[in-house]
């Protein structure tokens, strides 16, 4: 999951922002080389961690400061691992610098801002959304959209704001498939969502009668708001037909009965 998603990253950025050179220029090229670097860099961030206890990094309980400590020391113990005969230096970056900060609060080296190499900055991102996101043995998985609520909010603090533009573009709080509880404790699943509106995704559900319905809807904290509202907030029977506001749903979106057969 966090090599998808920093690959996804990377592959998105780098054609758009390209790479800056030793000598201060924008570059387009190597594109297909880097990245083979950067999915190296990201399959084995990690791999410093075989120097740490597992009954540290597998502890469900809160570490202690200096279990702490020992933590800290996995992405220098990772770079040491790599001569330079063995992995690129980007990928060295990767495994060295996916903790440091935007705002210098990171570890080990507390470099700032683009002091860090882009792809540590990508890897920064695509670990802490994967760990918010996936079950550990100290806590259990979350939501999509909070991985996503604690991303956006790192922005300029935690995480470089350019590569969390990107990573708000690709990745959805409620991408399609997602199951959401509604109001009336029906479950509805997500049918389509828009990049430009995220938050509003279009939601297929049944209603009273078990008419099978679709609508786009806001949904707050993974909860669907007022299910007799759809569209901009006004009851479904006002709606404006799609696309008239300018903010047409991604497929369809007004609220409309479906053929059942269409689910299966
Ligand atoms: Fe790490």
Same mark, same amino acid.
């Given at each position: 999951?966090?090599?998808?998603?920093?690959?996804?990253?990377?592959?998105?950025?780098?054609?758009?922002?390209?790479?800056?050179?030793?000598?201060?220029?924008?570059?387009?090229?190597?594109?297909?080389?880097?990245?083979?670097?950067?999915?190296?860099?990201?399959?084995?961030?990690?791999?410093?961690?075989?120097?740490?206890?597992?009954?540290?990094?597998?502890?469900?309980?809160?570490?202690?400061?200096?279990?702490?400590?020992?933590?800290?020391?996995?992405?220098?113990?990772?770079?040491?691992?790599?001569?330079?005969?063995?992995?690129?230096?980007?990928?060295?970056?990767?495994?060295?610098?996916?903790?440091?900060?935007?705002?210098?609060?990171?570890?080990?080296?507390?470099?700032?801002?683009?002091?860090?190499?882009?792809?540590?900055?990508?890897?920064?991102?695509?670990? &802490?959304?994967?760990?918010?996101? #996936?079950? %550990? $043995?100290?806590? @259990?998985?979350?939501?999509? !959209?909070?991985?996503?609520?604690?991303?956006?909010?790192?922005?300029?603090?935690?995480?470089?704001?350019?590569?969390?533009?990107?990573?708000?573009?690709?990745?959805?709080?409620?991408?399609?498939?997602?199951?959401?509880?509604?109001?009336?404790?029906?479950?509805? &699943?997500?049918?389509?969502?828009? #990049?430009? %509106? $995220?938050?509003? @995704?279009?939601?297929?559900? !049944?209603?009273?009668?078990?008419?099978?319905?679709?609508?786009?809807?806001?949904?707050?904290?993974?909860?669907?708001?007022?299910?007799?509202?759809?569209?901009?907030?006004?009851?479904?029977?006002?709606?404006?037909?799609?696309?008239?506001?300018?903010?047409?749903?991604?497929?369809?979106?007004?609220?409309?009965?479906?053929?059942?057969?269409?689910?299966?």
């Amino acid at each position: 999951m966090l090599g998808a998603l920093g690959l996804l990253l990377g592959q998105r950025i780098n054609p758009l922002d390209g790479w800056i050179d030793w000598r201060g220029q924008r570059r387009y090229d190597r594109s297909a080389e880097r990245m083979t670097e950067l999915a190296m860099g990201l399959l084995i961030h990690d791999i410093g961690k075989i120097s740490i206890p597992e009954s540290v990094l597998n502890k469900p309980a809160k570490l202690t400061p200096e279990e702490w400590d020992l933590i800290k020391t996995h992405p220098s113990a990772g770079a040491s691992m790599l001569s330079a005969d063995r992995a690129s230096a980007l990928t060295i970056c990767v495994v060295r610098d996916h903790h440091e900060r935007w705002d210098g609060l990171g570890y080990e080296r507390g470099r700032t801002g683009s002091d860090t190499h882009q792809f540590a900055r990508i890897a920064a991102v695509a670990d &802490v959304y994967d760990a918010i996101t #996936a079950d %550990r $043995p100290y806590k @259990p998985a979350n939501a999509p !959209h909070v991985g996503v609520r604690v991303v956006r909010e790192g922005a300029g603090s935690q995480f470089d704001p350019g590569v969390v533009e990107h990573f708000l573009r690709v990745v959805m709080p409620y991408p399609v498939g997602y199951s959401i509880p509604m109001p009336s404790g029906r479950s509805a &699943v997500v049918a389509g969502v828009d #990049a430009e %509106r $995220p938050d509003r @995704p279009l939601i297929r559900y !049944h209603d009273e009668s078990g008419r099978l319905l679709e609508a786009v809807m806001q949904v707050v904290d993974g909860a669907v708001q007022d299910p007799a509202l759809a569209g901009d907030g006004r009851p479904t029977g006002d709606r404006a037909p799609d696309g008239a506001d300018g903010h047409g749903p991604p497929t369809g979106g007004s609220l409309r009965e479906l053929d059942r057969t269409a689910t299966r």
